[in-house]
């Protein structure tokens, strides 16, 4: 029985919970429900030990998935936690089959647990299993110093907002080259529009403000980047891609709908 789990999706299985007709044996507390997934090949049994075995076995793989990946990428080396990437991992696959995310090759990364003197921002290509882009990144200056610590979705809160999004197009701002992004979290970032929180270049970040400065710079919270290398980072992430803004705070963790839906 064991080995028909393995064999399918954790997401393909849940349809085929929901979908099967149930007939019940036993009385009371001893009676179990049996969906029939196939009358010639097997039974599925839907108990409740049943069903906590089921999710954590969907955790497990999924967790031994994204650190097989994070190994293969070499995440470690370029400063990527592995926290960081599991739940962005999880989060894109989510997106990804609710169809949320159309430019599937291409994963991004704020990772705000980090300092902001450190490349925390990562782009990465997930067909070809590849770290494409590792870049500097600033949080909003409402959100802290050195360290990010506190978000909000909230207008005029010059805070960075947490969780997930998808890239939309281009335009010129007043930084130049800019991409809007849509917040798909209520409550966490869906106000990023009305708060016009776009990805953008600016001087305040970079190599060469860290020489004269002993932190990057800080956005209205907006995630801004160098603006040597915003160019490049907008025409590979634009029209699709999913991006995830992680820092490890225990109320969006446990309240995202795309982490825990």
């Not at 293969?72 to 696959?93: C, H, P, R």
């Not at 106000?191 to 956005?219: C, M, Q, T, W």
Request: glycine share 8%.
């Amino acid at each position: 029985m064991k080995r028909t789990y393995k064999s399918m999706s954790f997401g393909a299985l849940l349809c085929i919970l929901a979908v099967s007709p149930v007939n019940s044996t036993g009385t009371g507390n001893e009676a179990k429900e049996i969906g029939v997934v196939n009358a010639s090949t097997a039974l599925v049994v839907r108990d409740t030990a049943t069903t906590k075995e089921i999710t954590k076995s969907a955790a497990a793989m999924l967790a031994e998935e994204a650190l097989d990946l994070y190994n293969v990428m070499n995440l470690k080396k370029v400063g990527l936690s592995i926290k960081a990437f599991e739940y962005a991992l999880k989060g894109y696959k989510n997106l990804v089959e609710c169809g949320k995310v159309m430019k599937n090759e291409v994963l991004s990364i704020c990772d705000f647990s980090q300092s902001s003197r450190r490349k925390r921002f990562y782009v990465i290509d997930m067909a070809e299993k590849k770290v494409l882009i590792n870049t500097w990144v600033a949080h909003g200056r409402n959100s802290g110093g050195e360290y990010a610590r506190s978000f909000s979705n909230s207008p005029e809160s010059h805070k960075s907002s947490l969780g997930f999004y998808v890239t939309r197009y281009t335009y010129y701002g007043s930084h130049g080259l800019a991409l809007k992004i849509e917040g798909l979290e209520k409550s966490f970032n869906d106000k990023a529009d009305e708060r016009n929180i776009v990805i953008h270049g600016s001087n305040y970040v970079g190599d060469n403000f860290l020489s004269r400065s002993p932190i990057n710079g800080r956005s209205f919270g907006c995630p801004a980047l160098p603006q040597k290398e915003t160019g490049k980072v907008i025409e590979t992430i634009k029209d699709g891609s999913c991006l995830f803004i992680y820092h490890p705070s225990k109320n969006y963790i446990q309240k995202s709908k795309v982490l825990n839906g």
